[in-house]
């Protein structure tokens, strides 16, 4: 069985800066992209960041520069430093990994957290 924690989501006022955490534990033999997806009242949820197991990262184009994914292959963790924060950023936080667990070495499953709250507000 595997699965994904988040933590660090909460309220936080305009401008602000926030870290979300993510990870991984249980029967894993590896954590292939990890990323993070969001998803507001009302809407789909969209893609945030992700990162593969090597670093190299994608962002949705409207949050470049503003939101940073890292991860630490160690301890099967992604993490999500989010700055200057709009009140638009509000939405609930997914983490996913695609991940193969033994005994499917060659094969990738997609796992998602339970999501974490994150509200931008004054």
């Known amino acids: 069985q595997v699965q994904l924690v988040e933590s660090g989501g909460g309220l936080v006022q305009p401008g602000g800066s926030l870290r979300l955490a993510c990870a991984a534990s249980?029967?894993?033999?590896?954590?292939?992209?990890m990323g993070w997806y969001r998803q507001a009242p009302g809407k789909q949820r969209e893609l945030v960041a992700t990162i593969t197991s090597g670093g190299s990262t994608h962002y949705a184009d409207s949050l470049k520069g503003r939101f940073t994914i890292s991860r630490d292959n160690a301890k099967n963790a992604v993490y999500l430093q989010m700055n200057i924060l709009k009140p638009e950023d509000t939405a609930v936080y997914y983490c996913n990994a695609d991940i193969s667990p033994p005994p499917y070495y060659s094969a990738n499953f997609p796992y998602w957290g339970q999501g974490t709250q994150v509200t931008v507000s004054s």
């Open positions: 249980g029967s894993i033999f590896r954590v292939n992209t």
